[in-house]
């Protein structure tokens, strides 16, 4: 515990000292503990991925096909198939590789050069070269190369954002820690992959490589196993059903033909794979990878950007979101949101760099001219006692410097100062630097005229004691120290950080500034609360979260107090208290999935505490999406069932590791894309809604045939037509149905339920008996009036088509009823498709070479009435079925009794 021991003690367990290593023993060391990099895994051979993409239960059904199809000696049907099995398989292979990509980008992290202390002379070497026991120096700017014990220090401050989620950069100090301290909380430490933003320090490299915190998340990221999504799952136990009653059904129809019907073996061979080939849904899996896709599409223009297929439909899954605080929920743009003067508490808008805001006490509106002077002159102490600077950059406010002397240079602006103006007007003569023993900062001014101040500001507690009196509108008074004591803590119970702004006069010849000049005599002018503010639109997006029965939890590696008042001011919780992640580590498994669907806020978490927190709400069958953009955050994102980076601020960990990246880092999106995520999953179940009837009627039909000892109505062939038209085009043209109205308005749908709900097993039923009535009783009529064989399959298929082509605007709308001009005409794919496969169906029916490849005939035009009124009764009767369900549920919702849903006014 490098962290808890004094630097002597890790000097004499390093066998090192302040001038560090020599070359021979720095070299000797190399050979020891190797280069200063992460160990790359074992990764797959492109081949080998290749391949994997083929162990699926969804490609498995259509190689069945295929190897049906070939069998038949069905050459086009069989390379129709196979190109749709290879797409799909390019389309993962480019897909795949996620962790080997999360662990590349952490290698990057590590940074390229070090300044090191070898053999007393400091030397500028690649960060490969450091061995444990070297001296590092670091500046403004440097990436930490390795984990460092500091030892020596000047003011230097960490950006810790990407390892532990703090949203300021941290002060450092020499000081050891407890050994149960959190990573976050170990002031004496400083770690591979953080920058440097203010200050310097020399540290002792303590761990390098795979030995570092990021060495330790790149080895948790090659042990984490990712979850299969929803659909995946769903798909695997319905390809499994599915396949085991086509093997069943087709195998008794062969007995009971052979046997009952006493047909011969080879004729009940063919229909037992016609059969196979008419209740497989080979079209199926291929609707899915398009719907998906398109989803893809919507959701990149709604700047969500998906890396892996599957997480599309997982996203209409999630029930629980677990968002990082700093960057995702909120600004991490540092802002002043309370002023505290002697007379008032000021409330100040605007959030962020942007130095449009305003001021209000107690809801009334202040301007600067409403003889508050107390705060313009807190805000000229606020430019002056500060180094840093903002400015617009092509429309975008950046801050150069530290973040929170950032926020208090934009409380300057938005009272109406110019920075640069002020600053020239009292050009800075001397400075006493922030440093984290003293704890505040203190500038020297002189006015043109040679009038001299001293300002400064720093830890309220430390600037309290160097006042003896306050600022207030009557002029100065004596320091009330009960009443800014009272407002230090009003303040801190909001989440924000505290500085006091002081002042005092300084002579004409006062040059340079010094301690002993600074202990006593300032007038405190007031006290600022600053905060990372939460982003608006994340707080409505959490809101519509909420509306739609998803659960957000607040992981974060900053403060309780902190994560607690922005959970409140986003919605998140109300009144509840934050867990830290101390309080983490000694609970079980059970224990934890027990309070984590108690808890929404969880404060100091590690990678390890994030990771078992997303896990815990996985064993409760919460399908979890996790949002963040510091290293940290990998493990999480990994694991989660959808992954969710910040594409512009986040890290190439997180991005790689995840699998959506936000294109402007607004937590908003997540929103939008758990929306399209919803109407994906909705168009795909609508796509199996009208699929399966086909198949189930073309197997029944068959089924009757055989039963009744007549001739198939249609024959294998044809039926591989008919799969083929109506997934290329009626049943495609379903995964471009539009977001329902209430699709947010819905809870999420339980993970654990099957693709087939009761209801869609009795409206396929249905349907296919519709199917097969139509078509096999009109084939039967036709045969019996003296029509050949083959006049009386095209109408059968031709019928066969049209019921498709009806049921197809049924199935717009699963339950509520398509009567109307959005349910007809809305979707203007549905209309083309009808017309595109009733365009296939009369050059089926009338093309020589079509007639000649598919047995077919021309047909009467009253014999296309017949087929019309007879395909048209599958709409009627479905939309009259659900007007029946529909009332039969207002009755019930009447009497009190509230049945389970199983639809949507949506849909």
Known sequence: MWHAAECESVFHELATQDQGLSQTEAARRLRIYGPNRLRPPKKQGPLVRFLYQFHNVLIYVLLIAAVVTTVLAHWVDTGVILGVVVINALIGFMQEGKAERALDAIRNMLSQQASVNRDGQYLLLLADELVPGDVVILRPGDKVPADLRIFRTKELRVDEAVLTGESVPVEKSTTPVTATANIADRSCMAYAGTLVTYGQASGIVVATGDNTEIGRISAMLRRITTLTTPLLRQMARFGTWLTAAIGIIACTTFVFGVIVQGYSATDMFLAAVGLSVAAIPEGLPAIVTITLAIGVQRMARRRAIIRRLPAVEALGSITVI??????????????????????????????????????????????????????????????????????????????????????????????????????????????????????????????????????????????????????????????????????????????????????????NDHRELRFADVETGFTLLGIVGLIDPPRQEAIEAVSVC?????????????????????????????????????????????????????????????????????????????????????????????????????????????????????????????VHAVEEGRTVDDNIKKSILFILPTNGGEALALIAAIVLGRMLPITPVQILWINMITAVTLALSLAFEPCETHVMKRPPKDPRESILSGFMVWRIVLVS?????????????????????????????????????????????????????????????????????????????????????FESQSLSAAHWLSIVLVASTVFFIVEAEKYLLAAYRNKRADNGDHPKQVGHRAL
């Open 546 to 670: 909420q509306s739609a029965g998803i659960k957000v939890k607040m992981i974060t590696g900053d403060h309780a107090v902190t994560a607690r008042a922005i959970a409140e001011q986003m919605g998140i919780s109300f009144g509840k208290a934050a867990v830290g992640g101390g309080d983490l580590e000694g609970l079980s498994d059970g224990t934890l999935q027990q309070l984590v669907e108690e808890t929404d806020i969880f404060a100091r978490a590690s990678p390890e505490h994030k990771l078992r927190l997303v896990k815990a709400l996985q064993a409760n069958g919460h399908v979890v999406a996790m949002t963040g953009d510091g290293v940290n955050d990998a493990p999480a994102l990994k694991r989660a069932d959808v992954g969710v980076a910040m594409g512009i601020k986040g890290t190439e960990v997180s991005k790689e590791a995840a699998e959506m990246v936000l294109a402007d880092d607004n937590f908003a999106s997540i």
């Open 322 to 507: 677990c968002s990082d605080k700093t960057g995702t929920l909120t600004r991490n743009e540092m802002t002043v949101r309370t002023v505290v003067t002697a007379d008032s508490t000021i409330d100040v808008s605007g959030v962020g760099y942007d130095p449009h805001g305003g001021f209000s006490i107690d809801g009334r509106a202040l301007t600067t001219t409403d003889g508050n002077n107390i705060l313009q002159e807190m805000a000229r102490a606020a430019i002056l006692c500060n180094e840093a600077d903002v400015s617009e950059v092509d429309n975008q406010w950046c801050l150069r410097g530290d973040p929170t002397e950032g926020a208090l240079v934009v409380l300057g602006l938005k009272t109406g100062l110019e920075t640069k103006l002020v600053r020239q007007q009292w050009p800075q003569t001397d400075v006493i630097p922030f440093e984290s023993e003293h704890r505040f900062m203190a500038t020297l001014h002189h006015d043109h005229s040679g009038q001299g101040y001293i300002f400064l500001k720093g830890a309220p507690e430390r600037v309290l004691q160097m006042c003896t009196r306050q600022l207030t509108r009557t002029g100065d008074r004596s320091l009330n120290l009960p009443y800014w004591q009272d407002c230090q803590h009003l303040i801190a119970a909001r989440g924000q950080r505290l500085l006091a702004l002081a002042f005092k006069s300084a002579a």
């Open 769 to 853: 008996v519709i199917l097969v009535a139509g078509v096999f009783g009109l084939f039967l009529w036709h045969r019996e009036h003296g029509d050949a064989l083959e006049y009386a399959r095209t109408v059968a298929v031709n019928t066969l088509v049209l019921f498709e082509a009806f049921y197809l605007l049924n199935t717009r709308y699963i339950q509520a009823p398509v009567l109307n001009r959005e349910g007809l005409f809305g979707n203007r794919y549905v209309l083309l498709a009808i017309a595109l496969v009733i365009g296939f169906q009369l050059l089926y029916t009338y093309a020589p070479f079509m007639q000649y490849l």
